[in-house]
């Protein structure tokens, strides 16, 4: 079946870095938009940065200039380097991608399982 699973989460003090990915597999026909959304306990889940197929990158403000996301289409992975980790950034992480199964099919949105992110201060 297609999954997408991320990895790299972990607990981190403020102003460290990590870096997530998420790797999808399965029979895929071509993966279109990717991005990675944050979940904090009590709050509405919210994106942090998206790519385009062809690169293009979109960026919640909270994260500008401390967050880079990057894709490998050679690898069906997309990335998120996180610097300058705050405490607000402490998180369920997951990691969505825009997938179609097959070249007629339509194209659907799939999420991962999360991944946890803790910066202490």
């Known amino acids: 079946q297609v999954q997408l699973v991320e990895s790299g989460g972990g607990l981190v003090q403020a102003g460290g870095s990590l870096r997530l990915s998420c790797a999808a597999s399965g029979s895929i026909f071509s993966i279109n938009d990717m991005g990675w959304y944050r979940q904090a306990p009590e709050k509405q889940r919210e994106s942090v940065a998206t790519?385009?197929?062809?690169?293009?990158?979109n960026y919640a403000d909270s994260v500008k200039g401390r967050f880079a996301i990057s894709r490998d289409a050679a690898k069906n992975t997309v990335y998120l380097q996180m610097n300058s980790l705050k405490p607000e950034d402490t998180a369920v992480y997951y990691c969505?991608?825009?997938?179609?199964?097959?070249?007629?099919?339509?194209?659907?949105?799939?999420w991962g399982q999360g991944t946890q992110v803790t910066v202490s201060s």
């Open positions: 790519i385009t197929r062809g690169g293009s990158t």
């Open positions: 969505n991608a825009q997938m179609r199964l097959v070249a007629t099919g339509p194209k659907y949105n799939y």
